[in-house]
């Protein structure tokens, strides 16, 4: 059974025919209502780009079989009747894939009605108008249209619902989490998450991700909460399956500002004590449940079903009853539609699937791929990893490794593809060529993307419409795709501007933990102490050019102070760190001591009274100290130039004496500063530096007089 | 249009079924014995008979091969399956030939003439129309399906034939007809059982708890302990998924183990095992079947592990006693004598 409702024009008819159902279903025991479920067959990110300019990720093929019939029929199985499929990138397609597929059936015990709007951006929006639709009655699964799972939920519903029942519908979510220790493989390391959750209830207390940090905050007030076991887990992977009350559509059009689920659970959690709604979590050992976020979880994903890791999701199993879809099973989880045919001395080593009508030459080695319909593979050709979809064509002596080809790709005589290639639809490489690692080539041009880049929503016919008429403008570049080909390079890390978290890398991001960013707080800090330490520099610059009064410096450094949310402390280092550095600025770093004291001391001059404003009390004093000593650390070539810059912070009376010394006796934190000061022959100055100061004291208190 | 209807009913009927044993197995379906599977399918054979639209015996075999095929499909593992609608196709040629007068007990007896001759009347002799044969088909199938209901306890009945007192039994994971004929025999009898727990599943937990249940003494034991304990053991009863044409079985991951460990103690192995599971496929060499398998393997190095579970052994016939099915006893040599009894020759393909 199939409905379609486009979003506006038949709204108001359909929430009548809603409400007439209603009653009947209200005169009904509630338990009887329908379970439901919410699927987004949209990301509202652009992670498969170029691939899914042609295709939606939801239909995108993994084994053979689009992504959202893994979804549909792990709804099915966990006894969902009613799913409400909510589209909106390529709805067309997907409305299609639908309607031919079994789930449109009229026996089919899952009812699913389709929603389409191009307005979605996000999943807020999608939440927002199933509440307007008023569209769910009851406790409702949400899921993107690319989870691949076989979790039995039904566990995790009745706990939801029961807590729903005791606790008098505090809990509003109740998230499903397979367990799995770090490192493994299907643990997508974006939604790498930490949770602190209270061991007895389930409940969450807190949700981070860790994107790759190694040190974590927690709110103290989570330990203070009155129940006496915790647990915080680092071992869970998100299977982003939740099950949600109704009350989350409603705050979702509440808090408008939710976009994503990420932003509802930290909602959530940070009003928990004034509205008193509650996270809960399920932990489940066996199962399998992940979804496709991007291509390296697409990898993993695709392998582990041809390992029978989601049972009885399995390829032979023809779960979605298309005809000539079914394949046989062997030894070393090698599956084989109908009319394969394999070359003499071909090898299938293992976790191989080849679809229908596929034919394979003479002396291939293939392992660990998967192989579409209706795709000839010629002799010599070498396959590991390989995820090739339907009608590709490859040329003998051809090797693939870890690589998409999408679609109608053609690749010609003796082609390499390393690691992480992609190869979109249609399009042509070769012959005799090596693709770089990460080399994505699509038949859309770059630059038209860019063009178009804010209507990433456009209708899919204009948008073909377009990009025919460009690709006819543009020549390909032989150098890139081989003398035959046909295809634009794509560069993984174009459009930077688009989002911060680089939406356009198809693989996934490769987090390398960084050791010297600790933290989360602590790596935005350091990008705002940059940025402020450039406007200082520029405030002094013209400052000098201008001739600024020192006042009025001080002013602007005040405002920037403010505009940054930078500590006092941290002005006066990063002040006296531009200071220092403004020779090396202005004039290259291969300056000579010599130089370098001689721009210097001026202008210290020029700026001490700036520098007085802001060092006046004795803890000042040291802590411009050790900014100028790490200065110093780092430009180890000048270090002789220091004694005489602590010289005239002196004279300057920058610096107090009491302070030197005090610096001087107890600072030296590690032997590359005690190498310092050694090196330095401090000591040797400092009997000098005494004796001056002591000139210095009788003549101010000449010169002061009174 | 009643008649619309029925036959919407029936699909959704025969569609619901076909997912339910695709899901099977997991943990997301319902998980059923095969006893079960074999009077489901029989009882929705019964209503292809009743709603679907034919007007000869060859037409309802032809509607019934179709959705047998797509049933036996649907999870090749589960065989009973394919065995129910054998079994029916087998009742309307009986039911066929009784309608049209002549017997089909003389069709019986396999000759090395019959071998010959035969092959010509097929399918072009069951389009005769008969009144009768729809209820009479009907009937037999309900035969059928009581047959089908007291098999357990048929087989359960025989119990105290083989168990004497103070006997020490093996048994290896879960099976509903052992442990059927083990409560049966402990009404009377006192003797000890042991169970191999049969990992990664450890089905023989269950069993155990069943068996301890019901004050029978029990003791589990790891798969690896199997051959130490054997040297104790006077009888091994197991139960098995299938029964194969020459007299082997496909039996539960782990049997394979225990029956050769029996035959180097010459320790009698008596396979407990209803007819309907016995099947018209043959096997041969070593059977494995990697399944999918719901594991939890913490490690952190997994990407690079293959994991395979074969959930079946395949058991040679040499190894095996004697089975007890309920309609008695009969030895391994003899299986193939009582397939042809239960399925046509020309069916077993189907």
């Given at each position: 059974m199939l409905q379609i409702y486009t979003s506006g024009a038949t709204s108001g008819s359909f929430r009548g025919g809603k409400q007439k159902k209603g009653n009947v279903t209200s005169?009904?025991?509630?338990?009887?209502q329908p379970l439901q479920a919410v699927l987004v067959?949209?990301?509202?990110?652009?992670?498969?780009f170029p691939i899914s300019k042609d295709q939606p990720r939801a239909l995108l093929p993994l084994g053979n079989v689009a992504m959202i019939d893994y979804t549909l029929e792990f709804l099915t199985s966990t006894g969902v009747q009613e799913t409400f499929v909510f589209c909106c990138w390529m709805s067309n397609k997907i409305k299609d894939h639908l309607l031919k597929?079994?789930?449109?059936?009229?026996?089919?015990?899952n009812v699913v009605h389709i929603i389409t709007s191009?307005?979605?951006?996000s999943l807020g929006d999608v939440l927002r108008d199933v509440d307007a639709k008023n569209l769910v009655r009851n406790d409702f699964i949400l899921v993107y249209g690319d989870v691949v799972s076989n979790i039995d939920v039904s566990q995790a519903l009745q706990e939801h619902r029961h807590r729903r029942k005791v606790d008098k519908n505090i809990s509003v979510m109740t998230m499903v989490f397979k367990e799995s220790s770090p490192?493994?493989?299907?643990?997508?390391e974006e939604d790498d998450v930490i949770v602190a959750m209270d061991?007895?209830?389930?409940?969450?207390?807190h949700y981070q991700k860790?994107?790759?940090?190694?040190k974590l905050q927690f709110p103290m007030n989570i330990f203070q909460h009155g129940s006496d076991e915790f647990e915080i887990r680092h071992?869970?992977?998100?299977?982003?399956i939740s099950i949600c009350s109704p009350q989350v559509a409603e705050l979702f059009t509440d808090n408008?500002?939710?976009?994503?689920r990420n932003d509802f659970v930290r909602g959530i959690l940070v009003n928990e004590e004034i509205l008193g709604n509650q996270i809960h979590l399920y932990v489940t050992q066996d199962g399998y449940g992940a979804r496709v976020s991007n291509l390296q979880m697409y990898d993993s994903v695709s392998l582990d079903m041809v390992r029978r890791w989601v049972y009885p999701l399995?390829?032979?199993?023809?779960?979605?009853?298309?005809?000539?879809q079914g394949c046989t099973h062997s030894r070393h989880n090698v599956y084989r539609g109908a009319e394969v045919s394999l070359g003499h001395g071909?090898?299938?080593?293992?976790?191989v699937l080849i679809g229908r009508d596929t034919s394979i030459g003479a002396n291939c080695h293939i392992s660990n791929s998967v192989i579409g319909n209706n795709c000839t593979i010629g002799d010599n050709v070498v396959l590991d990893r390989a995820h090739m979809w339907n009608n590709v064509h490859v040329s003998s002596n051809v090797e693939i490794h870890q690589s998409v080809v999408c679609d109608g790709a053609v690749v010609k005589e003796a082609v390499r593809l390393n690691k992480q290639c992609v190869l979109a639809y249609n399009v042509v490489i070769g012959p005799n060529l090596s693709l770089p690692e990460g080399t994505v080539v699509s038949m859309h041009h770059p630059e038209e993307e860019e063009e178009d880049d804010d209507d990433e929503f456009l209708s899919d016919d204009q948008e073909v419409g377009h990009s025919k008429d460009k690709t006819r403008q543009k020549a390909f570049n032989p150098a890139e795709v081989g003398p035959e080909g046909k295809g634009y390079i794509w560069k993984a890390?174009?459009?930077?501007?688009?989002?911060e978290e680089l939406a356009q890398c198809l693989w996934g991001l490769?987090?390398?933990?960084?050791?010297?960013?600790?933290s989360e707080s602590e790596a935005s800090e350091e990008s705002q102490d940059r940025t402020f330490q450039l406007e200082v520099l520029g405030t002094l610059q013209r400052g000098l050019e201008e001739n600024i009064v020192c006042d009025n410096l001080v002013l602007e450094i005040n405002s920037l102070k403010y505009a940054y949310n930078i500590t006092l402390k941290e002005v006066m280092q990063i002040l006296t760190r531009v200071v220092l550095e403004y020779p090396f600025q202005q004039?290259?770093?291969?300056?000579?001591t010599l130089q370098y004291t001689g721009s210097l001391l001026p202008l210290l001059k020029t700026w001490s009274p700036v520098f007085k404003n802001y060092i006046k009390r004795a803890q000042d004093h040291l802590d411009c100290l050790s900014a100028v000593e790490e200065l110093f650390l780092e430009q180890d070539t000048h270090q002789t130039a220091m004694v005489k810059v602590l010289m005239k912070m002196y004279q300057l009376e920058i610096l107090e004496e009491e302070a030197i010394l005090k610096w001087f006796s107890t600072?030296?934190?590690?032997d590359k500063s005690r190498q310092l000061r050694k090196n330095q022959g401090v000591m040797r100055r400092m009997s000098l530096w005494r004796k001056e100061s002591e000139e210095d004291e009788s003549s101010e208190e000449g010169e002061c007089g009174r | 249009m009643p008649g619309a209807d029925k036959e919407a009913d029936l699909t959704e009927r025969i569609e619901a079924f076909l997912a339910d044993l695709k899901r099977g197995?997991?943990?997301?379906g319902p998980i059923r014995g095969s006893g079960e599977t074999a009077r489901e399918t029989t009882a929705l054979l019964r209503k292809v008979t009743a709603q679907a639209r034919w007007s000869s015996a060859g037409d309802l075999m032809e509607i019934i091969r179709k959705e047998g095929r797509r049933m036996t499909a649907a999870q090749p593992s589960e065989t009973t399956v394919g065995n129910m609608v054998l079994r029916v196709l087998k009742i309307i040629r009986e039911e066929y030939a009784r309608s049209r007068g002549s017997s089909e007990e003389t069709d019986q007896q396999e000759s090395l003439h019959k071998l010959l001759t035969s092959?010509?009347?097929?399918?072009?002799?069951?389009r005769q129309h008969f009144v009768h044969l729809k209820a009479n088909v009907i009937e037999a199938i309900n035969e059928l399906l009581t047959e089908l209901e007291g098999t357990t306890d048929n087989i359960a009945m025989q119990a105290l034939e083989h168990i004497h007192s103070n006997e020490v039994i093996m048994t290896v994971g879960r099976s509903r007809t052992v442990e059927a004929f083990l409560k049966d025999a402990a009404r009377k009898r006192k003797f000890h059982v042991i169970v191999a727990?049969?990992?990664?599943?450890?089905?023989g937990h269950e069993m155990a708890t069943n068996l301890s249940k019901a004050s029978i003494e029990t003791t589990v034991i790891a798969d690896a302990a199997i051959f130490a304990v054997m040297s104790r053991v006077n009888k091994v009863i197991i139960g098995t998924q299938t029964v194969l044409a020459n007299g082997g079985l496909r039996a539960v991951n782990g049997t394979h183990t225990v029956a050769l460990a029996a035959r180097h103690h010459s320790t009698p192995l008596i396979v407990c095992a209803?007819?309907?599971?016995?099947?018209p496929q043959v096997l041969y060499g070593q059977f494995l079947r990697p399944h999918g398998l719901v594991f939890a393997l913490t490690c952190t190095i997994l990407s690079k592990v293959n994991v395979h579970c074969p959930v079946f052994d395949y058991v040679p016939p040499?190894?095996?006693t004697l089975f007890i099915s309920n309609i008695g006893g009969n030895a391994p040599s003899y299986i193939y004598r009582l397939m042809s009894e239960l399925y046509h020759p020309e069916d077993h393909d189907l």
């Open positions: 005169e009904q025991e509630e338990e009887e067959a949209d990301s509202f990110n652009r992670r498969f597929s079994k789930w449109c059936r009229p026996t089919s015990p191009d307005l979605y951006r490192g493994h493989k299907t643990r997508c061991s007895k209830s389930k409940r969450v207390l860790t994107q790759g940090l190694k071992d869970l992977l998100d299977c982003h408008f500002d939710y976009q994503t399995t390829p032979e199993a023809n779960f979605t009853d298309q005809q000539g071909s090898q299938m080593e293992e976790n890390s174009m459009n930077d501007t688009e989002d490769v987090l390398n933990p960084d050791p010297e960013s600790d004039q290259g770093t291969q300056l000579t600072g030296a934190t590690n | 197995g997991c943990g997301t092959g010509g009347l097929s399918e072009e002799n069951f727990e049969c990992a990664p599943f450890c089905q209803p007819m309907f599971k016995l099947s040499e190894l095996i």
